[in-house]
């Protein structure tokens, strides 16, 4: 499974495969071994990234959740 936040940029069909992952709040380039074991392997749940934006998001909710209950 890709995981959605994987963006890649190829200027021609022969040409190299630029590879980079949104899910930050700055660009970044996933090394070969992320691209492997967490952007298009079975370990997307582990990806430090991706849990690092799902937390705050969790967090974000919570804090709402618990303002509106005050």
């Not at 959605?4 to 190299?16: A, D, H, P, V």
């Not at 700055?26 to 582990?46: N, Q, T, V």
Request: contains cysteine.
């Amino acid at each position: 499974m890709k995981c959605k936040y994987l963006n890649q940029f190829r200027l021609s069909e022969f040409g190299w495969t630029v590879e980079s992952c949104t899910a930050s709040d700055r660009p970044y380039a996933p090394s070969i071994s992320e691209l492997h074991d967490y952007c298009k392997g079975s370990e997307l749940r582990k990806c430090p990234v991706l849990l690092k934006k799902e937390g705050v998001r969790m967090n974000n909710s919570l804090i709402s959740e618990n303002f509106v209950a005050a």
